[in-house]
């Protein structure tokens, strides 16, 4: 309950707590969204396949026969997650040190106190604040081509329209502040919270630190990954990646039905961490020694 006097009343509200309740819900959600899309972009590692059957998946390309995926519900995902970012930040903004005098008021208090969690709570503040534009450039992108997420059109994005340093300062940002918020919310609503709390605390701050570094490691790989394939795809910016299981269908010469199907391998490998990247791409002109 939050007191307020106006004209010599005083004024009770709850709105401030159930606002606060808002910001731990919608934190909570995106801290494990985050947890669960860096898992996602990071199956690039496992290959070029791996990362396309992980988009047409999020695509629900296993409800069309044919295996097309539906743009359309990785555009109301991402409506989804960007309404909930926006609505985050809205209630994070409320605690931001906005003026000179509160900045300094919680520095000096940070430098007095040399408490940790008041220092994580700092970092907070600046990872959110980066995240307001960088988050945003990214989902608006993502928002309208809902349909560009594959092996070669997300690499291009990354090395040939050089998103990778936003990628790169946005990777670091929101894997503090997501492994930091829920930290922090395990803290505040007592969550997971031992007989003793000294211990529990400890053994907290010990898997916060060993998510941030997990998630910082295969986030950094996926990234790399990402930027030599958009490298070595840089003369064909724009092309799809090929799955490989393309129907062709025989021209109808005699007027009947058309004949059966013939399916096509083809055998494009991924340079991705199964130890066979320098391996030239069946579809790469460059053969390795020439790069
Ligand atoms: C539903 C919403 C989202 C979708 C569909 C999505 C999709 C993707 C895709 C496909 C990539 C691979 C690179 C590319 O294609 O350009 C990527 C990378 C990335 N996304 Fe998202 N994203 C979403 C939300 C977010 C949010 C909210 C954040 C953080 C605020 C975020 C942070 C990142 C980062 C840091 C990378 C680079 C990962 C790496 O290190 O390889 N994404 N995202």
Redesign the pocket.
């Known amino acids: 309950m939050e007191r307020l006097i106006v004209n010599d009343r005083i004024r009770t509200s709850r709105i401030p707590a159930r606002l606060d309740l808002a910001q731990s819900g919608t934190g909570l959600v ?1 801290g494990l ?2 947890w669960v ?2 898992l996602l ?2 199956s690039i590692l496992l290959g070029k396949g791996a990362f396309n059957f992980v ?1 047409k998946t ?1 695509e629900l390309s296993f409800l069309s026969d044919t295996g097309h995926g539906y743009p359309s519900a ?1 555009f109301f ?2 409506l ?3 309404s909930l ?1 926006i609505i985050h930040a809205a209630l994070g903004v409320r605690k931001f040190p906005i003026s000179w005098k509160q900045h300094t008021i919680i520095r000096s208090q940070m430098g007095m106190m040399n408490h940790s969690d008041t220092n994580l709570w700092y970092w907070q503040v600046v990872t959110g604040f980066i ?1 307001f534009f ?2 945003s450039a ?2 608006f ?2 928002l309208t081509h809902p349909g560009q ?1 594959d092996p070669y ?2 690499a291009d ?2 090395f040939s329209s050089t ?1 990778w340093p936003l ?1 790169l300062v ?2 670091v940002c ?1 894997e503090l502040h997501g492994t930091i918020g829920l930290y922090r919310l395990c803290m505040k609503w007592g969550w997971f919270g031992g007989k003793d709390p000294v211990k529990s605390r400890e053994k907290l701050k010990m898997i916060k630190n060993r998510a941030t570094i997990f998630f910082l490691v295969i ?2 790989l ?2 790399l990954v ?1 930027f030599i394939i958009g490298w070595r795809h840089s003369d064909r910016v724009g092309e799809p990646y090929n799955s490989g299981h393309t129907t062709v269908e025989a021209p109808a010469i005699t007027g009947t039905q058309p004949e059966a199907v013939t399916e096509v391998e083809s055998s494009e490998a991924a340079p991705a961490l199964s130890g066979d990247h320098g391996k030239p791409d069946a579809n790469d002109h460059r053969t390795a020694n020439e790069e």
């Open positions: 995106l969204f985050m899309h860096m972009v990071a988009a999020m990785v995902a991402v989804g997650v960007f970012f995240m960088l988050g990214h989902l992108i993502m997420i059109l997300s994005r990354v998103m990628y946005l990777l929101v986030g950094l996926a990234l990402f």
